[in-house]
């Protein structure tokens, strides 16, 4: 945790612990009913996606395509069909990283899922994220790191497979379809014929394979077979445990040291006096899209900066109740209110009378599932100090200036 020096212009440091967020162990279909698949897609959009997706959509079967974000941002148009066809979109972030190497060298994950977010969100149809791991690898590491962040707290993840998908190594061999198609119905069939199956419409590693891509090939192959042999298609979301995964609102409490919560008291009014535990301190969030977001108290009602102390007193979400996240770092923001001003600590309330970002209180979260080591070293700290110098001495040339 940073801390930070005590002035007038004072920040505070508070955690944020969060709950339901990313698992150490994946989540996958073999809760699923014999004879029941869930199909998903992986590392498009690309030139076969719709005609993948449509053909799908003939036969009456929804799949997930976890997309990655570089691909996507160029093909709002494929997303847009996609959810019009009932297909659910997922997160398989934005440049498709070996992630526990990725964290391994100090790669910015967050940064790889809240990319592809900002690329899909307005094309998923629910409160929650779906994501898929690049490869499937996964690690505790990777999801304490992903934990750290309240803007990934909708997701729900990793999804991991019981089929998996072997489509891309037969075309990068040049095998026949054929065979791509009788692989696949022998793992079907060897995985007591349920669970999440795995298929590329897109490769998003190895260029030299893109062009020899026939996985709707395969697939006008495999499906009639399936659906002649009793198969029924199920959505992601329709798989139990991430159905109910999907219906659990992460909760997250606001703690100021290490005894003080903010907490909802008097029934409206918010103060930094909760002990650990308290149900009074739990809030969750909205994400309204656009960047803003939406803070539930335990009453039910959302904060408000209506007034100049916020407030849980309002059922419906109006401008006053919707505030911007600004990241400080990955464990690190900041609120900003309706009217341009921060939200701030005063006398053990939240108020709004912060005008200038320098004066706002610097929010850090912690997860409850896992221990986040939130220490920063002493050349981190020094390097910190030499900002904040530079930052006094850029006012201090702006004043001489004028």
């Known amino acids: 945790m940073i801390k930070q020096r005590k002035s007038k212009k004072s920040y505070f440091n508070l955690d944020l612990a969060l709950f339901h967020l990313y698992q150490q162990n994946s989540f996958n279909g073999t809760d699923l009913p014999a004879k029941t698949l869930c199909l998903t897609f992986d590392d498009g ?11 799908l959509f003939e036969h009456h079967i929804q799949a997930t395509f976890f ?20 297909h659910l979109i997922g997160n398989h972030t934005y440049e498709h990283p070996d992630l526990p190497y990725y964290v391994s060298v100090n790669g910015d994950i967050i940064d790889q899922v809240l990319r592809t977010d900002a690329v899909i969100k307005p094309f998923v149809d629910s409160d929650r994220v779906y994501f898929r791991a690049p490869y499937g690898k996964w690690s505790a590491e990777v999801a304490q790191e992903l934990n750290q962040s309240i803007l990934t707290a909708s997701h729900i ?3 991991y497979w019981e089929i998996a998908g072997i489509d891309c190594y037969y075309w990068q061999n040049n095998w026949p379809v054929k065979d791509a198609a009788d692989r ?45 042999q009793g198969y029924e298609f199920v959505r992601l979301d329709e798989i139990v ?22 907490c909802l008291n008097n029934k409206t009014d918010l103060f930094a006096n909760g002990k650990p535990g308290n149900p009074h301190n739990l809030f969750t969030l909205k994400d309204l899209g656009y960047g803003k977001f939406a803070f539930r108290a335990a009453n039910n009602f959302y904060l408000s900066s209506a007034e100049n102390e916020i407030k849980a007193k309002h059922f419906e979400i109006n401008e006053t109740e919707k505030f ?15 009217d341009g001003s921060y939200l701030t600590l005063e006398k053990g309330k ?41 930052f006094i001495k850029s006012k201090l040339q702006q004043k001489l200036n004028f």
Do not use: W
């Open 67 to 86: 997309v990655v974000g570089k691909y996507a941002f160029y093909h709002p148009e494929i997303l847009k069909e996609l959810k019009e066809m009932g």
């Open 157 to 159: 993840g990793p999804v």
């Open 324 to 338: 911007d996240i600004i990241p400080v770092d990955k464990n690190s923001i900041m609120l900003r209110c309706y």
């Open 184 to 228: 696949y119905l022998s793992d079907i069939e060897h995985n007591e014929q349920r669970g999440i199956v795995v298929f590329h419409d897109e490769i998003a590693d190895m260029d030299v394979v893109k062009p020899h891509n026939k996985t709707l090939d395969l697939l006008k192959i495999l499906i009639p077979q399936l659906l002649g």
């Open 350 to 390: 939240l108020t709004r009378n912060a005008p200038f970002m320098r004066q706002a209180a610097i929010f850090s979260y912690a997860n409850h599932n896992f221990t986040i080591n939130n220490n920063i070293s002493r050349k981190q700290k020094l390097l910190l100090f030499k900002k904040q110098l530079l």
């Open 241 to 262: 445990p991430i159905k109910t995964a999907s219906l659990q609102e992460p909760k997250f409490t606001l703690r100021i040291g290490k005894e003080k919560y903010v």
């Open 45 to 55: 959009p690309g030139s076969h996606t719709l005609a993948i997706a449509r053909f």
